[in-house]
């Protein structure tokens, strides 16, 4: 499949005005996603649990114009965002090839996070899908007979990537792969699939508590981040790493290999580090209280045989992973001994999550 299956015929309806809204999860990738090529275009596979509690909403307006350009304007939470307004036109004129309606609109695009702006946790992955799901919505209304379920989900998964690649893992639940992989049928650079193997009863509402570390501006873009991965010198590497442990997750998936799934997802996060530690130039994006966290998950998981572990993001964040049958147990170890390394005590508790909803 290519890119030009996703170039619309002509459209066959007009429509003056309207409204649409989605509301889309954050998703957290347990391969992770590191280095692009082309546009947008993963240099590895990578899978990710989607998010139930982090969402982004997104309510498009449309109004038919006769003027030429693009013509549209961001609000967050009911103000005014100009600072948005550069990446939205750049998202604007990548797809504008397969949303040919889009010069034809003036928008008001209004978005509201479930998580605070400044928490340090991306929105550009529930932001990027939300936005995706309501063009498709105003496209299906443009196409006589309408677009399939399937065929909907996947071209707003395909325009999500051109937004922000992870964000294409964010439309569906509860496992999303992007990136081709030979032992993943029907995987794509393209856009994200189902997981399509068996998932074991340990991985169902998997547990997924956010400890906030450090909620500033990222101290690296992912534009940056990624771009750190040419010319780097264990990116060949890293790249067949990433591979290696998706093809290593699927019988960890079926069996329900809890400490299995341990070893491979932190590995997985101390290898995205280490790629930044380096990279030229250097980013340390942990910060001591992100250690301090390790040592005492693995601290307690050494003492009472928890199956929790940790993940992190291109920050100081950790993401706490654990099955639901130790949600109690696990609940109150990160009250009692983790919540004093959060920036004011703050944490998000959060689970496996079954996709984007249409509001
Ligand atoms: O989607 P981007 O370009 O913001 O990159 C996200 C990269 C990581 O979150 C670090 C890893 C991943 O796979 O989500």
Redo the contacts with the bound molecule.
């Keep these: 499949m290519n890119e030009a299956v996703f170039i619309p015929d002509s459209y066959t309806k007009t429509l003056e005005n309207g409204q649409v809204s989605w509301q889309s999860p954050s998703?957290?990738?347990l391969?992770?996603?590191?280095g692009?090529y082309g546009e947008?275009l993963?240099k590895n596979a990578?899978i990710?649990f989607t998010l139930q509690n982090c969402n982004t909403k997104t309510s498009l307006s449309f109004n038919v114009k006769d003027s030429d350009g693009f013509d549209f304007e961001v609000y967050l939470d009911g103000k005014r965002e100009i600072g948005f307004e550069p990446k939205i036109l750049k998202f604007f004129e990548r797809v504008e090839m397969y949303l040919p309606f889009l010069k034809s609109y003036k928008f008001k695009i209004e978005t509201s996070n479930s998580f605070p702006h400044s928490s340090g946790i991306?929105s550009?992955?529930s932001g990027m899908s939300a936005l995706a799901l309501c063009l498709m919505s105003i496209e299906r209304k443009l196409v006589d007979g309408g677009i399939s379920d399937e065929n909907f989900n996947q071209k707003a998964s395909f325009l999500a990537r051109l937004g922000?690649?992870?964000?294409c893992?964010s439309i569906d639940g509860d496992l999303i792969v992007?990136g081709e992989h030979s032992d993943i049928e029907g995987s794509s650079n393209l856009f994200g699939t189902k997981y399509p193997h068996l998932v074991h009863e340990n991985f169902k509402n998997f547990q997924d508590t956010i400890l906030l570390v450090d909620k500033g501006e990222k101290q690296v873009?992912?534009?940056v981040?990624?771009n750190l991965m040419y010319n780097h010198p264990f990116a060949e590497t890293r790249f067949r790493q990433a591979e290696e442990n998706l093809s290593k997750l699927i019988p960890v998936f079926e069996s329900g290999d809890l400490s299995a799934f341990i070893e491979i997802v932190e590995s997985e996060a101390l290898s995205?580090h280490a790629m930044m530690l380096t990279s030229l130039p250097y980013f340390v994006l942990m910060k001591p209280n992100t250690l301090e966290i390790i040592n005492k998950i693995w601290a307690f998981r050494a003492k009472s045989g928890s199956k929790i572990c940790f993940t992190?993001?291109?920050?100081a964040n950790v993401h706490v992973l654990f099955p639901e049958v130790e949600k109690e147990m696990v609940s109150e170890f990160i009250k009692r001994e983790l919540a004093e390394f959060c920036k004011n005590g703050e944490f998000i508790e959060d689970q496996v999550g079954f996709g984007a909803k249409k509001i």
């Design positions: 998703n957290i990738a391969v992770k996603y590191w692009k947008q993963p990578s990710s991306a550009s992955a922000s690649g992870s964000a893992r992007w873009s992912s534009t981040g990624h995205l992190l993001d291109a920050g």
